[in-house]
C-alpha cells in the first residue's frame, strides 16, 4: 500500500481499453475496482487511483475502510472533512482554507465512484482544481 508515481497515468500509454494482459498491474490499495475484475485498463482507472491519493492525503493514513464503507453502504451520506481529516494536522481556520478543503474532499468522492462512467475524466478533475480550489469555493460542479 505504497503508491508510487509510476502507477497513476498509465492508461495513457496502453491501448485504449485494451485487455491483452494477464496480471494486474499497480499497487494494491490504489486500484480501481472494476480493472481487478475486467482487466481492462481506462482513463478512469487513474482517476479512481487519484481520489484514493487524494483521500490519503487528507486524512493522513489509507482510505481502504472509508472506500470500503462506500462500496457497502446502503446510505453512504455525506462525509464531512472534520470526520476525515488527520487529526495530527490543525483545522482549518479561516473559511476560504475550509471552503478549498470542502471542495478537495468533493472531488475525491467524486473519483471514486462505484460507476466509472459517473468518475469525472482527469482533465475536469484538473479544471476543478485549477477554478475551485484557487478561488476557494466549496462547491465542485461538473
Request: net charge negative; hydrophobic share 40%; glycine share 6%.
Amino acid at each position: 500500500m505504497e503508491a508510487c508515481v509510476s502507477d497513476f497515468g498509465m492508461a495513457r500509454f496502453l491501448k485504449p481499453d485494451s485487455s491483452n494482459w494477464t496480471a494486474v498491474a499497480g499497487t494494491y490499495g490504489y486500484i480501481a475496482p472494476e480493472l481487478s475484475y475486467t482487466m481492462v485498463v481506462t482513463e478512469k482507472c487513474d482517476v479512481f487511483s487519484f481520489g484514493v491519493l487524494t483521500l490519503e492525503i487528507l486524512m493522513g493514513s489509507h482510505p481502504a475502510e472509508l472506500i470500503s464503507n462506500l462500496y457497502t453502504s446502503v446510505d453512504n451520506g455525506q462525509i464531512q472533512l472534520a470526520d476525515i481529516l488527520d487529526t495530527r494536522l490543525p483545522p482549518p481556520t479561516s473559511q476560504k482554507f475550509k471552503g478549498e478543503m470542502d471542495s478537495i474532499l468533493n472531488l475525491a468522492m467524486r473519483c471514486l465512484r462505484v460507476d466509472p462512467h459517473s468518475r469525472p475524466t482527469m482533465y475536469e478533475v484538473s479544471k476543478v482544481l485549477e477554478v475551485n480550489v484557487g478561488a476557494g469555493r466549496s462547491r465542485v460542479n461538473f
